[in-house]
């Protein structure tokens, strides 16, 4: 089959696929929202603009918490720290996925010994709890060096499930022939290995960005996240200080909840919907 067609034929089952849809509209909504809310956002999300604990009105569409700041705004504005976390956090941790479980699965032999026990001790570690010594004692967290923490300690099952992936098609034809003629490791892992991987790797990162994103809500909620702006996970960490639920503020830490929930949940349905699509006794005729 050729390339062209190949493409035409995952593009025919892409648009076919409902799954694929869903997550994929649910991601862009709240993609696009990111970028339009805070044109559309009346005021600072740190500064008291009106009544405090007031409900959803026409004047403040997600109610104003208990020192009288806008929800809404807030709401809008930490989008962009919980995309940021999930692009950088879930990238960092793919890349190191990769160049690991590229270089294991390849080499093989004593590298992939090393290699192998390293991933082993780091699946060991408790991340959760790896990084919630590490977001005490770093006084001053921003959003990067939260994403950091992610993404240097979420990359082990990527890289065991990519160096499999590559100890299969490492003895594939292609891979010999390109080997007999004389192509360094480097340009066949690049140019042979990673291409015929293009949609697990993809499937990879997807999976990633959804894990960053849950565990930073993790550390935010726990008070633990960037102490300078604002996320998801820190208004529903403020809602839990200041008893929201015990005062009848649910406008608080719905809205923050209902949008991790609908984005990771959208990744994970879109990441489903791919694979449907990749893999051809998945495929809905």
């Given amino acids: 089959m050729t390339k062209g067609k190949k493409r035409n034929e995952l593009l025919y089952f892409a648009f076919r696929n409902t799954k ?23 005021y600072n999300p740190t500064d008291s603009v009106g009544p405090a604990g007031a409900p959803p009105s026409a004047q403040f569409w997600f109610g104003t918490t208990t020192f009288g700041e806008d929800v809404f705004s807030q709401f809008v504005h930490g989008l962009s720290s919980t995309f940021l976390v999930g692009i950088v956090g879930g990238g960092l941790g793919t890349i190191l996925g990769m160049t690991i479980g590229f270089a294991a699965g390849y080499r093989g032999g004593n590298l992939d010994e090393v290699l192998n026990v390293l991933t082993n001790v780091v699946l060991t570690i408790p991340v959760l709890a790896l990084l919630v010594v590490i977001s005490a004692y770093v006084k001053v967290r921003g959003v990067m060096i939260e994403s950091l923490f992610i993404g240097v300690t979420t990359w082990p099952w ?32 690049f140019t042979e290995i990673a291409p015929n991987m293009a949609s697990y790797l993809f499937m990879t990162f997807i999976l990633m960005f959804g894990s960053a994103i849950l565990t930073a809500a993790t550390l935010d909620f726990l008070g633990l996240g960037p102490t300078q702006g604002i996320s998801l996970g820190t208004m529903m960490n403020l809602a839990v200080l200041w008893s929201a639920l015990m005062l009848g503020m649910w406008w608080w830490f719905i809205p923050p909840g209902i949008g991790i929930t609908a984005i990771v949940g959208g990744l994970y349905i879109m990441n489903v919907g791919l694979d449907e699509i990749f893999n051809p006794k998945l495929r809905e005729m």
Wanted: charged share 20%; glycine share 8%.
């Fill in 20 to 42: 694929l849809k869903i997550g994929l509209g649910v991601v862009l909504f709240f993609i696009v929202l990111t970028f339009v809310g805070p044109l559309i956002a009346k």
């Fill in 158 to 189: 990527a890289a065991r499930a990519i160096r499999a992936q590559t100890f299969s098609l490492k003895t594939r034809d292609f891979v010999d022939l390109a080997r007999l003629s004389g192509e360094s490791p480097v340009k066949i892992i």
